[in-house]
């Protein structure tokens, strides 16, 4: 499953590159987070809980940055338990390209789930995925770029 | 399943008090997807409030041309309404092939609406037929009631009570159904109104949509024929192992032209 997705945001790269690595943006604009906690500059902790439609569900599991270039772009992947619901994991590659003092981010997500989650929703898997991603890179184009992004793909 | 206190109220007022505060509480219509999700210990509300004993809550009125549905109505009692046979028979048909028959015994329409699930049936007759969402605290509009996946307008502890449906001049649903889940793969309801015709797509997208394209081609003929070179574009809709996107997409020419078919019979 793969899921794209653009995002023009009013700040310029470098700007847009270092709130991608600071962990209180992070924390603000990844779903459900409730803790995230630094162990490296590349590797956090957090725990994070969803409620999509009648689920609700509590993951705690690693966020791991790699692939680092910058300011053009890098991997941001997450990995969590959640129980008996089962475990999900993902990665975002994140690209950053200028556009006339502003910067454009893509995305493309590649996510995981597997157990109890995977057998009840398998239907609801991607769009759940989108949405989450959705979510997650429109608060981040808001916090980040002012005002808030034009156009969301 | 986690436990849970268990909560039957008797009035609507009681329903809403009992919810009030409570922020892990959650009320239960049909139970016919909270719970299997119970079951499944996919979900630890602190209270389930069960809306089954509100009787007020159940029913069918009609005042004019217009159905109003109570939202504890359940889909079998909508199918075998003599009211909405008659008055909106594309209705009655869609309550009818909703599941199965225990589903159709026990799920309700508030249930179905105020989970917005992106398969569901109702959801395409509440946008197409341009119903009014009646709840505890006040009414919505069918456009913009559906926000996204399992996502609507409703607000923390606000309760459907019931819906209200215009009768259309001409109606029909049509859904390509998953063989085992009898959800819609897609789902299209097509609907002539005295302010023209709108059409709803349910099982496709993340929510219910509407087709402005078709909506503007079937206004000036409503024909089959009249849509059949409008294509829906494949981004942004649903793709599973029952079917890509792009397949969907597809659907969705077809299910609308059976559809308008349908209501021209």
């Known amino acids: 499953m793969e899921i794209k997705g653009e995002y023009k945001i009013a700040a310029p790269r470098d700007k847009v590159f270092a709130a991608l690595n600071d962990q209180a943006i992070l924390q603000a604009c990844i779903p459900g987070c409730e803790t995230l906690e630094k162990l490296s500059d590349t590797e956090m902790t957090a725990k994070v809980r969803l409620r999509i439609g009648p689920v609700s569900a509590g993951f705690s599991g690693k966020v791991t940055l790699s692939d680092i270039d910058p300011p053009n772009g890098y991997k941001i992947s997450g990995e969590g338990q959640g129980g008996v619901a089962g475990f999900a994991k993902g990665g975002a590659v994140v690209k950053l390209t200028e556009d006339a003092g502003e910067t454009l981010l893509s995305y493309e997500v590649d996510a995981q789930v597997g157990g109890k989650i995977a057998q009840v929703g398998a239907r609801l898997i991607q769009g759940t995925a989108k949405k989450l991603a959705d979510q997650f890179f429109g608060k981040f184009a808001e916090s980040v770029g002012a005002p808030p992004p034009v156009a969301a793909a | 399943m986690y436990d849970f206190a268990y909560h039957r109220p008797k009035s609507l007022a009681d329903a809403v008090a009992t919810l009030k505060g409570k922020e892990e509480a959650r009320p239960m219509s049909g139970g016919m997807t909270l719970i299997p999700t119970l079951k499944q210990r996919l979900a630890k509300p602190s209270d389930v409030v069960d809306l089954g004993g509100i009787a007020e809550l159940a029913g069918i009125k009609v005042a004019g041309d217009v159905v109003t549905i109570g939202a504890m109505t359940k889909h079998y009692d909508v199918s075998v309404s003599p009211d909405v046979k008659k008055i909106i028979p594309a209705l009655a048909d869609l309550a009818g092939h909703i599941g ?166």
């Open chain 2, 100 to 265: 199965d028959p225990a589903v159709r015994n026990r799920g309700t329409m508030g249930g179905s609406v105020a989970n917005s699930d992106p398969a569901a049936d109702y959801p395409a007759a509440v946008v197409a037929l341009n119903a009014t969402i009646t709840t505890n605290t006040g009414k919505h509009p069918a456009d913009g009631f559906f926000k996204g996946l399992f996502e609507t307008a409703l607000k923390d502890g606000e309760l459907i009570t019931a819906i209200s449906f215009p009768k259309p001049e001409k109606a029909a649903y049509m859904k390509f159904p998953n063989p085992a889940s009898r959800y819609a793969m897609v789902g299209v309801f097509v609907a002539k109104t005295k302010d023209g015709v709108r059409v709803a797509v349910t099982g496709a997208g993340s929510a219910v949509f509407r087709v402005k394209a078709m909506e503007d081609a079937l206004s000036k003929n409503f024909t089959s024929a009249a849509i059949k070179d409008i294509k829906i574009p494949a981004t942004d809709l649903n793709s599973d192992i029952h079917g890509s996107a792009e397949y969907r997409a597809h659907l969705v020419g077809v299910m609308a032209r059976r559809a308008v078919d349908a209501a021209n019979k």
